[in-house]
């Protein structure tokens, strides 16, 4: 209830493979697992949500089950937590190229140069 942007969550046990009913509405959404791995980000329209797969450190979309269900598979050899969230934040967010292309921020940091080399961290 804290985090409204995780749609489903289901924790699994190696090689389990589990299907819960759950029905999604269109949007951007990231497959990724609560502990340490990779994550795989995806459009979804309408149908079918696709099969969330972790395996060796990664995530992925495979086919779709069914409408109204979504199947979780886990072929690593941990037990795993794996997660549905919404990237709806997306559509607000302000990336540093959109920012430094502003005429407002150019006007507050008409002065500074970045030079060959320099980073820049936030």
Excluded: Y
């Amino acid at each position: 209830m804290t985090t409204p942007h995780v749609k489903v969550q289901v924790t699994l046990d190696p090689g389990e493979t589990r299907e819960l009913k759950a029905e999604l509405s269109a949007g951007d959404f990231r497959l990724r697992t609560l502990e340490i791995g990779g994550e795989c980000n995806m459009i979804f329209a309408t149908g079918a949500f696709p099969e969330v797969i972790a395996e060796t450190g990664s995530m992925s979309a495979g086919p779709a089950v069914g409408e109204e269900l979504i199947r979780f598979t886990n072929n690593e050899k941990l037990r795993r937590t794996l997660i549905i969230e919404s990237r709806d934040w997306v559509c607000d967010a302000l990336t540093a190229h959109q920012a430094t292309t502003m005429q407002a921020f150019r006007n507050l940091f008409a002065d500074t140069v970045l030079g060959p080399g320099d980073e820049v961290r936030i």
